[in-house]
């Protein structure tokens, strides 16, 4: 048997360059996440993507800068992510967050 327990995803929609402070935005929301003793988070570097500006950016060997989208997906109860996400939200300027529900399966032992 197993149950299904509801779960909040948040996705942020940044890239390589964003930054708070002199450290990357990822390792930012990173840290914080731990710091929220957050279930999950994970980091998700693209391989191309087309940002807002409709600007293809892809990795290239050549560039010395390459500007490549990342999305950063937290995983918790809606109140927990909603408590980290206002805690934040003051240092996520110009990214796109998404907030989904999920579930996580919990078996039951017989």
């Not at 048997?1 to 964003?18: A, F, G, R, W």
């Not at 731990?34 to 560039?63: C, D, M, P, R, W």
């Amino acid at each position: 048997m197993y149950s299904l327990e509801p779960k909040s995803v948040l996705k942020i929609y940044c890239d390589t360059t964003d930054k708070k402070d002199s450290i990357a935005l990822w390792e930012y929301v990173l840290e914080s996440s731990k710091e929220h003793n957050l279930a999950g988070a994970t980091v998700y570097k693209a391989v191309a993507g087309l940002g807002e500006h409709k600007q293809i950016h892809t990795f290239e060997l050549v560039s010395l800068s390459n500007t490549m989208p990342i999305v950063i997906e937290i995983i918790d109860s809606k109140d927990k992510i909603e408590s980290f996400l206002e805690s934040v939200v003051s240092n996520l300027k110009d990214v796109f967050v998404t907030l989904d529900t999920t579930n996580k399966v919990v078996v039951k032992e017989q």
